[in-house]
């Protein structure tokens, strides 16, 4: 079992490799660096062009894994790091086969830089791997910095459907086995468009604060049917928009957001609703997205 991070040279940043050192640390295993260079089309070309090719790939291999190193070496101490790459068309598919060849327990991304409102910007290669990994992915908020330690907590993001229910204990049996303190979390959106315009302001809050009352039975419920312990956290957060909602509890310096996806059975594994995407987009922690 390891932990796989991708990494390019140059490309994403250093919140993936920092993230993946957190994981690592918490899951007590190794860090696997993963590089994953373009490979060439199979059109006739002239050998000279194809050998140039391939030298600068493999120097892009080795000058990822360099940059790497280096950046991990300080925080690296006592974890056990591998580095491995290969050519592949699609970058995606290629981090998919490394996961698959080294056991690999968690696939970290690094957050592409975001220019607009959301904290977390997920790129194509992300997107894709997010439907369809086999593994749990983690993604690195910008400017993620892991402290000396693993995950400091745990919150699970609970919208009390079965299959939310089914990552809740998930998240309690990983929170007592790796000894992480845990919070369960449910999100109250009004949203824009919640109600008809004619229904007013007043009414739609008077809804929205009716939904968080449930949404705090149903969690309080977790606590009485044993699902979690009776020390756990539980919070309902409401808010106007997804960004307020994400930005008003208490983040800690090594947390770490689960939510969970819905099975789809084609030839994606899973389905990222709306809810979960959202979440991502706006957590200002690293964000683990659990297949279902």
């Known amino acids: 079992m390891t932990v796989v991070v991708g990494y390019r040279a140059s490309r994403v940043g250093l919140s993936g490799l920092y993230l993946a050192i957190g994981a690592a640390r ?19 070309s002239f050998a000279r062009v194809d050998a140039e090719y391939e030298h600068w790939a493999q120097n892009l291999a080795e000058e990822s894994a360099r940059e790497a190193q280096r950046y991990l070496f300080p925080l690296a101490e006592g974890i056990e790091v591998h580095f491995t790459h290969r050519a592949h068309r699609s970058v995606a598919t290629g981090l998919v086969e490394i996961v698959d060849e080294v056991n690999g327990r968690i696939l970290v991304l690094g957050s592409l830089p975001s220019t607009g409102l959301a904290q977390i910007a997920v790129g194509s290669t992300a997107d894709w791997l997010l439907h369809a990994s086999r593994v749990p992915i983690a993604i690195s908020s910008p400017g993620f910095h892991v402290h000396s330690g693993g995950f ?133 922690v690293p964000v683990l997205v659990v297949p279902g």
Request: glycine letters at 6%; a neutral charge; charged letters at 20%.
């Open 26 to 44: 918490t899951l007590q295993t190794s860090v696997t660096v993963a590089t994953v260079v373009p490979e060439p089309w199979p059109t006739p």
């Open 152 to 284: 400091r907590r745990l919150s699970c993001g609970y919208s009390t459907s079965e299959e939310s229910l089914a990552l809740v204990r998930r998240c309690a049996n990983a929170a007592e086995r790796y000894q992480v303190p845990l919070r369960v979390i449910t999100f109250a959106v009004r949203g824009r468009t919640m109600y008809p315009p004619e229904v007013g302001l007043d009414a739609e809050d008077s809804i929205l604060n009716a939904w968080a009352a449930q949404a705090m039975e149903s969690l309080q419920a977790l606590k009485d049917e044993g699902v979690v312990g009776p020390d756990v956290v539980v919070e309902v957060v409401t808010g106007h928009s997804w960004m307020e909602a994400l930005s008003k509890p208490e983040w800690i310096n090594g947390e770490i957001l689960a939510v969970g996806t819905s099975p789809r059975g084609d030839v994606r594994r899973v389905f990222l609703g709306t809810r979960s995407a959202k979440i991502i987009r706006h957590s200002p």
